[in-house]
Structures are given as structure tokens and as C-alpha cells.
């Protein structure tokens, strides 16, 4: 129960997280679907290091540069949900300690929400899934069909759900676009550095904050 007067209003924000990069690390499973696609509709697979800058954007903004008909970005991103629906939702691991900071933060009065790039239905999937995944009150990700995909979109989306306005939130993710989104939405902010956009990264999107391991987050929004 909480005690009257025991939170400041900081603490008591809504945190929208991030998925992919900052609750788990789902290269293995990004990067083999975008490859099976990319197998698929007979192109080079290019080596990992490349593919893990796939993590984060829409799947459109990183198929549409390598086909000149729009119709063949749908059919690869078909080909990804091949994959992810059977075994490439499964193939991710939980950083370490993310889960105990996520009930902590919950346990404190957050209310938490996932924001993520990742269509809403996998997304979904995952959470369920996850040991913490019900400290989450909602989860907003794309739409199937690429209408609602950019991170702006995107949080402009959970803020309505949520009946939240921007002050009363902030945006943790590892990449630019996280920060992005919730710059769009004048939110504040934290870039975490155990994904995969990195320091540089994240200081030259904007990020207020950044922090290196998930119990920082604790110290950061006390």
C-alpha cells in the first residue's frame, strides 16, 4: 500500500519501455528473420553486425531500401512473420536484473507500459510470456499493416490509451528512435546502453539521460 506523501510525483510517472534492446535481447531472433526473408526473396544476407542494426526500426523502414516495388517490402515482411510466429517470438533472453528493477519500479506506483516498434500481436506474445510481464499495464506496437510503426506514432498512441499526458511520462529505450519518439511528445527521457543503439548514439538523438545497468534506473527516477 502506498503511503501518502511517500512518492514525488517523478517517482509515480508513467514509464513507457522499450522492448527489443532494453527488456530483451532478441538478436538471435530478429536477425535469423530478416535473414530467412531476405533468403527468401533472393537477396545477399548481410553479416550480423550489419543485421543488428535492424533492431529498432519499423521493418518497412529497413526492407523498403532494398526493393524498388512496395509490394515486394510486404511480401519480405511476410516472410519475416514466417519465422517470428513459429519459433523467432521465443528466441531472446531477458538482461539481467531488467526484471527485479521493472517489479521495483511497479512495487514504487509506476504504471508501466511497453511501447515498441514490434507489431502489437507479437509483442503481446512476448510479454505474456515474460515472469514480470504483468506489472505491464498495456502493450502498444505497430499495426500489422505498417499504418502505425514510428515511435511517435507510437507513444502518441499509448499516451491516448493510457488517458496520460506528456509530462506525466517518460521513455526508456537503447535506440535514437526512442529518444525521438519521446522528444516528439516534449517527455523526458533515458537512453540505456546494454541494447544496441549505444552512447554516441543516444547523446546525439537527445537523450537526458543514459545509464549503463537497470538498477541506474532506480537512482535516476527517484
Not at 533468403?39 to 550480423?48: D, E, I, Q
Not at 519480405?76 to 531488467?98: K, M
Request: hydrophobic share 40%; net charge negative; glycine share 10%.
Amino acid at each position: 500500500m502506498t503511503t501518502v506523501g511517500r512518492h514525488s510525483e517523478e517517482q509515480r510517472a508513467a514509464l513507457f519501455f522499450d522492448l527489443d534492446g532494453t527488456l530483451i535481447d532478441s538478436a538471435v531472433g530478429i536477425t535469423q528473420c530478416v535473414a530467412h526473408a531476405l533468403t527468401r526473396m533472393g537477396k545477399p544476407v548481410p553479416p550480423l553486425e550489419e543485421l543488428r542494426h535492424w533492431i529498432g526500426p519499423s521493418l518497412r523502414t529497413s526492407f523498403a531500401p532494398l526493393f524498388d516495388d512496395p509490394a515486394d517490402v510486404e511480401q519480405a515482411v511476410t516472410y519475416y512473420r514466417e519465422r517470428f510466429d513459429v519459433v523467432g517470438w521465443r528466441e531472446h533472453e531477458v538482461y539481467p536484473r531488467i526484471g527485479e528493477v521493472v517489479r521495483d519500479l511497479h512495487d514504487r506506483g509506476h504504471r508501466l507500459a511497453i511501447v515498441t516498434a514490434k507489431n502489437e500481436p507479437h509483442a503481446r506474445r512476448i510479454i505474456a510470456h515474460l515472469p514480470f510481464g504483468g506489472c505491464f499495464e498495456d502493450v502498444i506496437g505497430a499495426t500489422i499493416d505498417g499504418s502505425r510503426s514510428e515511435k511517435p506514432q507510437l507513444v502518441a498512441e499509448a499516451l491516448q490509451r493510457l488517458s496520460l499526458t506528456p509530462e506525466q511520462c517518460w521513455m526508456i529505450g537503447d535506440r535514437r528512435m526512442d529518444i525521438a519518439g519521446a522528444r516528439h511528445h516534449g517527455m523526458r527521457n533515458i537512453g540505456v546502453l546494454w541494447g544496441f543503439g549505444g552512447a554516441q548514439e543516444l547523446q546525439s538523438a537527445g537523450a537526458q539521460h543514459v545509464v549503463s545497468a537497470p538498477d541506474e534506473l532506480l537512482s535516476v527516477l527517484a
